[in-house]
Every structure is written in structure tokens, then in C-alpha cells.
């Protein structure tokens, strides 16, 4: 388990998590999560889903959607 510090952020205050935390659930910097649940001394912390924008799917895009594919329709009537 990794101990973590309670920080002042201006007025609030903010944990840093760490880079193999992050990576076993795929959080990056900028994601969102939802405080899902307050237990005692545990607070549960939850990703939010996001749409991908279109700048991320570009960024993503390995070219073979961009191929011309050939399909046979069968006879026209």
C-alpha cells in the first residue's frame, strides 16, 4: 500500500497519487472521478466516463480505417 500526504491546493486541499496507482486503473492527468463512497476513514474514489474528442481519436487513428475496401453486393436487380 502506498501512504499518501494531504496538501494545501490555494484554499482546498489535494493528495498527489502516483504513477503506478494511476496506470493500474488508467488515469491520467486531467481525468475526472466522483467521490463514490465515504466510509468511516476510507473515501472511494471512482473515473468518470469521458468520450474520447476528436483530436484524441486522430491521434489515435493507425491508418487502416482510411483503406478502400472492395465488397461484393451480389447481382443488381
Known amino acids: 500500500m502506498e501512504t499518501v500526504a494531504i496538501c494545501k ?3 482546498s486541499a489535494g493528495i498527489r497519487i502516483g504513477k503506478s496507482i494511476l496506470d493500474s486503473v488508467s488515469a491520467k ?7 463514490s ?3 468511516g476513514d476510507k473515501i472511494v474514489l471512482k473515473k468518470v466516463f469521458r468520450h474520447k474528442t476528436l483530436e ?3 491521434e489515435e487513428f493507425d491508418g487502416k480505417a ?3 475496401l472492395d465488397y461484393d453486393w ?3 436487380n
Open 9 to 11: 491546493w490555494g484554499n
Open 37 to 39: 463512497s465515504v466510509d
Open 29 to 35: 492527468i486531467g481525468d475526472i472521478f466522483d467521490i
Open 56 to 58: 484524441e481519436r486522430i
Open 66 to 68: 482510411g483503406e478502400v
Open 74 to 76: 451480389g447481382k443488381s
